[in-house]
């Protein structure tokens, strides 16, 4: 199975800061990388796929780059509705493993 | 619009089997597939399989191989997730959610809680 380690584990963070939560993947995926946000309580919600497309109705201040086995997401200017987990996902070939999570929190 | 809409919270002993269902609507229910995700208490994300809604095909994550069954049934648009010989660590939310090929798992069900207590 592939393996997806995010980093960094918990991020604390101010509004307006610019975050970045990077994502590796144990092999080549591509660019079959997802961005998911996560609130306490409730289902994730799908951020970016395919590395750095952005899905309809999130926010212009997401957005996702990389390729291969690197990934990054990153928030341009923090938000109070950002305070969330993040998770990436590999889906490739009929799987989909997840990172462990990335928490940002007020500083 | 799409819905994914699960059945309710269950509690099972240890030892015994836990049948969730997902019923889609909103869309053509065998043009995607649809995988099935967990969430222990305080715990991050853990992908289980997918299943194909039109052949009925499946892939399964290496940890639940031997455990976990995943079944459809077209005519009531809705998929199944049976995991058997349940274990205290199989306590967990259980999500199904629908794979948008290209663009990821797009809609997500609400959730079942499955507890495991004896």
């Known amino acids: 199975d592939i393996q997806m380690t995010q980093s960094p584990s918990t991020l604390s963070a101010s509004v307006g800061d610019r975050v970045t939560i990077t994502c590796r993947a144990s092999q080549s995926i591509s660019s079959w990388l997802a961005w998911y946000q996560q609130k306490p309580g409730k289902a994730p919600n799908l951020l970016i796929y395919?590395?750095?497309s952005l899905e309809s109705g999130v926010p212009s201040r997401f957005s996702g780059s990389g390729s291969g086995t690197e990934f990054t997401l990153t928030i341009s200017s923090l938000q109070p509705d950002d305070f969330a987990t993040y998770y990436c996902?590999?889906?490739?070939?009929?799987?989909?493993?997840f990172g462990q999570g990335t928490k940002v929190e007020i500083k | 619009q799409v819905q994914l809409v699960q059945s309710g919270a269950e509690v099972k002993k240890p030892g015994a089997s836990v049948k969730v269902s997902c019923k889609a609507s909103g869309y053509s229910f065998t043009s995607y597939y649809m995988h099935w995700v967990r969430q222990a208490p305080g715990q991050g994300l853990e992908w289980m399989g997918i299943?194909?809604?039109?052949?009925?095909?499946?892939s399964y994550a290496q940890k639940f191989q031997g455990r976990v069954t995943m079944t459809r049934d077209t005519s009531t648009s809705t998929v199944y997730m049976e995991l058997s010989r349940l274990r205290f660590e199989d306590t967990a939310v259980y999500y199904c959610?629908?794979?948008?090929?290209?663009?990821?798992?797009?809609?997500w069900g609400q959730g079942t809680l499955v507890t495991v207590s004896s």
């Open positions: 959610a629908r794979d948008a090929e290209e663009a990821a798992l797009d809609y």
């Open positions: 299943i194909n809604p039109s052949g009925g095909s499946t």
């Open positions: 996902q590999q889906y490739n070939s009929y799987s989909g493993t």
């Open positions: 395919k590395a750095s």
